[in-house]
């Protein structure tokens, strides 16, 4: 009796979720089917032999839709009722992705006071993120993203997409201690303490890399263990206080943790680990609860093997104010650093000795939505100045000038289109972006203009 029984349960429940596939497939195509329909035929004619008006047609019509869509509700209450379950593996999952369709056309630096010209279709990011909830406090995710193979003459796989992990570790959450609230731990490939925190402010991440990034310091994933976690609980109504739902902290928030300081690009080459952490104060949540004041420190070794004899210095410091509400955005922030983290900032003295580089940065964004239009089309700018020879170790000569200007125009949830154009000045010495001065280099022309299409899922 009991196989009987259990039978006709699964039988009761496959007919249950037929009937509710069916209603729901009528629901979605009904306005299609309903206007070939003997119905809506007959009412037609009804209409011509002067029987009903249309104004009566149009009542009956739509009192039809709400019966229908109240049947359609009927059968998911009566679905729910079954007791039909997910399937373990199901409970807890959440699949998400992003991605960036770029159209770019322009002209690259070369060195000589020369460029050259580009005209591209490109993808520029394509993240895929499983997470699985194990229990309420443990966790993990892995987020899978797509780059290009350098391009090797003959190799017929030259210039084809290869998939990399950007985020793989179990996370675990503890217990709030005091002021420190909403903490969670990141063990393995997991955040950076800065950049996923800077592009929850600033939201053109598919424009390009932020500043820091974009000077060659760091990027935003790296292998260790981390902290993360609020100050004073979460600010209430923070999306609708500052449109940014992320980092919700009350009075702010931080982000401790120890690392390779490679990034996820390269293998650790040498022993060191690198000590990373950010904290950002909200220090008036009532009054003023998008004022943020943020700090960044770094404190490592490049990541060199030292066989020549010389680890090079990596330290960041970096201050930013960032004032955020759902009509605009606005941040300042400046940084210093010695070295980088691919430990590839390094220059020769006199002496036939190596040392490391100190650098200097500084950026202003905005962005302000024109509501005058629609709250969905949005303006934005950006200034970066970065010094690749703070103190002309190599030249004074050494620093860039970019500068972005651009319309974004939401979708919805994440879906954006944006259009922008982008500038970069040169100092007679300076390097491409993400290498180290050059002495009488004279980089030629470098501007784009971009078309971005962010996918969100």
Known sequence: MGIVSNRTKRVSCLASIFCALLFMTTGLFGSAWAAGSSDDALIQVLIKKGILTKEEAAVIQKEAAVAQKKQQEEVVKEVSKSGVALPDAFKGLSISGLGYIDYSAGQQPLSGNRSKNFNTFDLTRGYLTVQKAVTPWLSGRITTDITRISTVPGDNDSGSWETRIKYLYVQMN??????????????????????????????????????????????????????????????????????????DGRYGSWHIGVFNGSGYHDAEANNNKALEGRISIRPLPDMIPGFQASYLGM??????????????????????????????ILTAQYFQTTGNAAGTWTFKRADGSYDTLRTEGYSFFGRVRLPFITEKLAAFGRYDHFDQDKDNKITNNGAYDLYIAGLSYDIYKGNMVLADFESTNYDNDTGLKTKIPSLNDKLGNDYKFQVVYQLAF
């Open 299 to 328: 404190f490592g070794k490049g990541n060199k093997d030292g066989t020549a004899g010389y680890e090079p210095n990596y330290v960041v410091n970096m201050g930013m104010l960032s004032l955020e509400n759902p009509l605009y």
């Open 174 to 247: 503890p217990n709030d201690l005091g002021l420190l609230t909403n903490m969670r731990v990141e063990f393995g490939q997991g955040h950076n303490p800065w950049l996923d925190f800077e592009e929850s402010i600033n939201p053109y991440r598919a424009q390009g890399t932020m500043a820091i990034e974009r000077a060659g310091v760091f990027n935003s994933a790296d292998m260790g263990i981390s902290m993360i976690g609020n100050i004073g609980g979460k600010l209430a109504n923070a999306k609708a206080a500052t449109g940014n739902g992320n980092y």
